[in-house]
């Protein structure tokens, strides 16, 4: 398992202004993922992180709104750009190891 | 595109029944794995099914994964309260490791 925290946990917004948030695991590993959970919502998966190589967006996110940063194996940041209230979600970050995800605990942003 | 899909969305019950989720799909998955999460956390990983046919308990959950590996049921015994929380199945099969989540079933007991 990963013990994995996330920075902040939650944060209110403005519309406009952007968010950047820290995920940090307790171990190094190789590929990690940055989810947004919308109210009432599951999991859709944003992009993968992987260490020394550009993110991996998934269709309907772009890296000009969601930039990511992997500058370590334990470490990735994903800001939030340009923020609307359509972006108020939950995000989290997870991390693979062996076969199995693991998750924060999340970040609850609202836009105002 | 993979889908999952799970049922019921909403199940209340009352503290010492017994229920069960479902999570079907049309696609083959190589593994997949069920989480609960409670309000203001993350998902937290319950267990992962990889073979077809496998099933797995975890103190009163049973996890059945499906003979063709497209679809899996979580059976609760004895529910309590404590068992309350967003139950969600994930599977995997893409590319990357991918996690295609179903909608979750929101589970309430009642005491």
């Known amino acids: 398992s990963a013990v994995i925290s996330q920075k902040p946990s939650r944060d209110i917004c403005q519309r406009g202004t952007s968010l950047t948030i820290q995920c940090q695991v307790d171990?190094?590993?190789?590929?990690m993922f940055w989810y947004r959970q919308q109210p009432g919502q599951s999991l859709t998966l944003i992009a993968t992180?992987?260490?020394?190589?550009?993110?991996?967006?998934e269709s309907g996110f772009v890296i000009d709104k969601f930039p990511i940063s992997r500058p370590n194996l334990t470490f990735s940041t994903l800001t939030v750009s340009n923020l609307s209230p359509e972006d108020s979600s939950i995000y989290l970050c997870?991390?693979?190891?062996?076969?199995?995800?693991?998750f924060g605990p999340g970040t609850r942003l609202t836009v105002t | 595109t993979q889908l999952l899909e799970q049922s019921p969305q909403f199940l209340s019950i009352q503290e010492g029944e017994n229920l069960t989720v479902y999570c079907n799909s049309s696609?083959?998955?190589?593994?997949l794995q069920w989480y609960r999460q409670e309000p203001g956390e993350g998902p937290v990983l319950l267990v992962t099914?990889?073979?077809?046919?496998e099933v797995k308990k975890l103190k009163r959950l049973t996890f059945q994964f499906g003979d063709a590996r497209k679809d899996s049921s979580l059976h609760i015994t004895a529910a309590q309260p404590g068992d309350t929380g967003l139950y969600l199945c994930?599977?995997?099969?893409?590319?990357?490791?991918?996690?295609?989540f179903g909608k979750g079933t929101l589970l309430t007991v009642n005491p």
């Open positions: 997870s991390v693979m190891t062996g076969s199995e995800q693991y």
């Open positions: 171990s190094q590993v190789t590929m």
């Open positions: 992180a992987n260490q020394g190589s550009e993110a991996t967006y």
């Open positions: 696609s083959v998955f190589s593994s």
């Open positions: 099914v990889v073979t077809g046919g």
């Open positions: 994930a599977g995997e099969g893409g590319s990357n490791y991918k996690l295609t």
